[in-house]
């Protein structure tokens, strides 16, 4: 298993394209949907430090519990400098950076808790991302995930799968992924999987890193 540079530079293009369009196009769905589960994933967060992988425009600034210490990645500058603008306008301090979620550069056990919202759809090998989640987080740490994936049905899925091409060319994300297989993949060991939508698209996945 190795990283793709080549889909890795289209990714981070990709969302470099699209990071000034990004919050207004999801403004119906955040407002209806994500704004009531991003609470419920921040409130279970434990620090004292915090990961965020995938921070984008910075959408889960405003859950941030309070006393921790977040430091926050993201693979595209465009995202990442909505992301600056909008921790100065809230006046929090994050430690943001450019970094790929395939290659953390972070020593091992460093995190308290890992979360990723909307993030595994995207990144080109999730399951290498996923295992550089595990290695960062301590042993005694949580991994949280909010993402959308394959549908549970087969024949929605099929649809999926046939769809899918268009829409990773058009707005970034895969909505295909077998995400809940790939975090066992990855080697974590997954504490609990709740279903947000139906078909089980959205899901709430809580892990914990693997023995490392
Ligand atoms: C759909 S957006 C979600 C943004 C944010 N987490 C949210 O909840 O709104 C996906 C984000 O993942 C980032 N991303 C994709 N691949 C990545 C990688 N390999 N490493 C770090 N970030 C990545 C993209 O740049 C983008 O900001």
Known sequence: MSIDP?????????????????????APIERL????????LWAGVKGPEVLEIGVGTGK???????????????????????ARRLAK???LDVDL?????????????SFD???ATFVFCSVPDPVIGLKELGRVCKPDGEIRLIE???????ALGVLMDAANPLVVRTMGPNINRRTVE??????????????LSVQGIFKLIIAKPADH
């Open 6 to 26: 080549e889909l890795t530079a289209k990714t981070r293009n990709r969302y470099n394209r699209i990071a000034g369009l990004y919050d207004i196009s999801e």
């Open 33 to 40: 949907l994500y704004a009531p589960w991003r609470k419920r």
């Open 60 to 82: 889960n600034m405003r859950y941030y519990p309070d006393g921790v210490n977040v430091t926050a990645i993201d693979l595209s500058e465009g995202m990442l400098s909505r």
């Open 89 to 91: 306008t809230l006046g």
């Open 97 to 109: 950076r450019q970094m790929d979620a395939q290659k953390l550069d972070f020593p091992a056990d």
């Open 113 to 115: 808790t890992v979360v």
């Open 148 to 154: 959308h994936m394959r549908a549970r049905s087969e």
């Open 182 to 195: 790939n975090v066992t993949k990855a080697g974590l060991e997954i504490e609990r999987v709740e279903d």
